[in-house]
């Protein structure tokens, strides 16, 4: 496992060209959106469903709901 990660960080640590740099950042700035867009748009609904899990939860000991 300790070469799988030496060679991963000489990949990440080789020279690059000013292009190659800029298409990185730009390809791993869009996926990183694109992530952020799929959270907010499905947060809502998880929320929901934690929501109803935990009540009904609290339902099945007794406890009230506020």
Known sequence: ??????RT???????RTRGQA??????????????????????PDMFAGFTIYVRGFYLVLGYPLG
């Open 1 to 6: 496992m300790t070469g799988l990660m030496t």
């Open 9 to 15: 960080l000489k990949w990440l640590r080789r020279p």
């Open 22 to 43: 800029m298409a990185e950042f730009s390809m791993l700035l869009f996926a990183l959106i694109i992530f952020m867009g799929g959270i907010a748009t499905f947060a």
